[in-house]
């Protein structure tokens, strides 16, 4: 029987996105850089700090014990265990039109110790388009919807009542 007792706890967390898209598609975070502001619960005591903490892909932490590498080791105020988050970035997935009012899984995160409770998009996302192709690279969608004005189509274009929700993948 292999011994369980002293491992901290390592799952994946699938990040679902949903909102009402209006002719746009290929809703995606833009970048190595993308900031995805997240609360995080430690496993251990249940602390969940109250500010938002931003991982990316650029920034990459070595784990003790040669175990790889995360986007982020933090030590927990309350408990001081160390836990650590990972993007895993070819999970990284765009939101399309088909997509619209459903959720989907935009990315997954590998937690050992600590689990995503909270997320809140912010700037940095693109879309495009769905019928025109217009490239939209300046999305920010902290207030849940954002619009604009297509000129090739002469329509409005939208992202609309943006919500989330997490997964055990
Ligand atoms: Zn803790």
Redo the contacts with the bound molecule.
Sequence with gaps: MPHLGNKMSRYKFGLQFKATLENVTDVRPLGDDFRWFLKLK?G????IPDKWQYVTLVESVPLKGGRGSASMVQK?K????ENSIDILGDTITPYNAENSETFKTMVQFECRGLEPVDFQPQAGFAAEGAESGTPFPEINLLEKDWTDYDEKISESVGIYEVTHQFIKC
Aim: net charge neutral.
């Design positions: 430690c251990n005591c249940g602390e927990c309350l408990c001081s265990r």
